[in-house]
């Protein structure tokens, strides 16, 4: 970078951002001319992205702007600091320090004019609450850098900002409380690393995570949907290729308790993307082979128990059904529709039923004793395809369905992806708006949601996998 660009940069961009010197666009990009007329596109970041600390602890955070040929530049002490719940954790705004307070998830955002950069901060209860180990050694918060991986021999801490919650494997607290909480598969995207966001059952607007499980030692990549079973938390992880098993009370950056995958398996790229649980097997699509299943205590390069149903590209979600011995698996293309499978067929049988939502993609489903939930997406911007089907229970092939929370003007759905039905609420995971929208179970037509969790502190990006769940009691 120039010297006149770098000095641009500083006075117009990281002071007033004033036109023509620079003009930002709202995001972490800002176009900096220098004193000869040449612009150049520069990014500001903060490092790091995401940190762990607990209770009592500090972080400095650094803003670092990054020309377009490569050249960085520490920019700190030219912008704005923040915390999104300074409940959680406090920021100097001039010098970036940051002071864990209590437990949960905040984004710290930098800030100067219109050009902003985020980051992530994760707060654990400290080591010896009572609630599992905190975690590995922390950083140094001097040197900005992320905080380090958790620790096998210390245990996962409890869920943050949940007293009730028992602790994670490793130490617990007592307290087996039942607690029902939203869990959602976030795919990340344009910096933003694939995570597993946890939020209260009433959580609304710009809310952070109670916890989130997020860092390298998740091994997170591409997660789609997930199921609990007691004190886990099962995960299909897409372009992992396998299926991950957390403690259900797991946060941060803690690494799963056991995996399936590798040659064995069979998955295929991008693929498994479904998951459900039923007695002691777990039943997965891929979108290559169709429906799998394997043991609940599997663990490694294992082959698959057993196929359900011949083999059948795109599959996606799969639910358990409330018709017996059923699971239903929506198959996205060629012919957008829900299949219903006994769990005992064999790759030759063909599905009990298939039901057809008349809209294109149909990539989630969810059944209660009342309805099927079909999630359908036209993929391109909003569409009257991008809809929540309902069918009968008990709905046959060829049968009409019900209803459709559908329509362009109210409902707010864009590609949504990830389904499930809780207390009479509908929660879907719609993609492309990067946030969980929440109708009532009954609604019908363009109707709006109830209520929307949306916004930088929810850190959602691109979520998929939708599930709300009760653990503990």
């Not at 970078?1 to 641009?8: D, E, H, I």
Request: proline share 5%; net charge negative; charged share 15%.
């Amino acid at each position: 970078m120039k010297y006149l660009l770098r000095y641009a940069f500083l006075t117009a961009a990281m002071t007033a951002l004033a036109v023509p010197a620079g003009c930002g666009d709202g995001s972490n990009k800002v176009v900096v001319r220098d004193g000869q007329g040449d612009e150049e596109i520069i990014t500001l970041a903060v490092v790091p992205g995401t940190a762990t600390k607990a209770v009592g602890q500090t972080q400095r955070y650094t803003a670092i702007a990054t020309s377009d040929d490569g050249e960085e530049l520490d920019a700190s002490a030219h912008v704005k600091w923040s915390s999104s719940d300074d409940g959680i954790a406090t920021i100097d705004s001039e010098t970036g320090v940051v002071t864990a307070r209590s437990p949960g998830t905040v984004v710290i955002t930098a800030t100067v004019s219109k050009v902003v950069a985020t980051a992530e901060l994760i707060v654990t209860r400290p080591s010896g609450s009572g609630a599992g180990g905190a975690g590995g050694a922390a950083s140094d918060p001097e040197s900005g850098g992320a905080a380090g991986e958790s620790s096998n021999s210390g245990g996962q801490v409890g869920a943050a900002g949940e007293p009730t919650v028992i602790g994670g494997a490793g130490g617990a607290s007592g307290d087996t409380t039942a607690v029902t909480r939203i869990y959602v598969s976030s795919l990340g995207g344009e910096g933003i690393v694939p995570s597993i966001r946890i939020f209260a059952l009433d959580a609304a607007g710009d809310v952070a995570p109670v916890a989130s499980l997020v860092g390298p030692a998740t091994k997170l990549n591409g997660p789609g949907q997930m199921a609990v079973a007691g004190n886990e938390l099962f995960v299909a992880n897409g372009e992992g290729k396998g299926i991950l098993v957390f403690d259900v009370h797991a946060t941060g950056n803690v690494g799963p308790l056991r995996s399936i995958t590798g040659y064995n398996t069979t998955f295929t790229n991008f693929s498994p993307v479904g998951i459900a649980l039923r007695g002691n097997s777990i039943l997965v699509s891929d979108q290559g082979k169709g429906l799998m299943t394997f043991p609940t205590s599997g663990s490694g390069d294992i082959a698959p128990s057993g196929t359900i149903g011949p083999v059948f590209w795109y599959a996606s979600h799969v639910s358990n059904s409330t018709v017996a011995n059923e699971i239903l698996v929506a198959v996205p293309t060629p012919s957008s529709e829900v299949r219903g499978y006994l769990v005992s067929a064999g790759a030759a049988d063909a599905p009990l039923r298939v039901l057809k939502p008349g809209r294109a993609w149909a990539r989630g489903v969810t059944s209660t004793p009342t309805g099927i939930f079909v999630v359908t997406s036209g993929l391109v911007e909003a569409t009257i395809d991008d809809a929540v089907t309902v069918f009968a229970h008990d709905a046959k092939t060829n049968d009409a369905p019900l209803r459709a929370i559908a329509g362009l003007t109210k409902t707010g759905l864009r590609e949504p992806c990830g389904v499930n039905v809780h207390a009479g609420e509908i929660y879907v995971a719609n993609q492309s708006e990067h946030a969980i929208r929440i109708f009532d179970v009954n609604a019908d037509g363009d109707v709006a949601p109830l209520r929307i969790i949306k916004g930088p502190r929810t850190g959602l990006r691109f979520p998929c996998g939708m599930l709300v769940a009760t653990t503990g009691g």
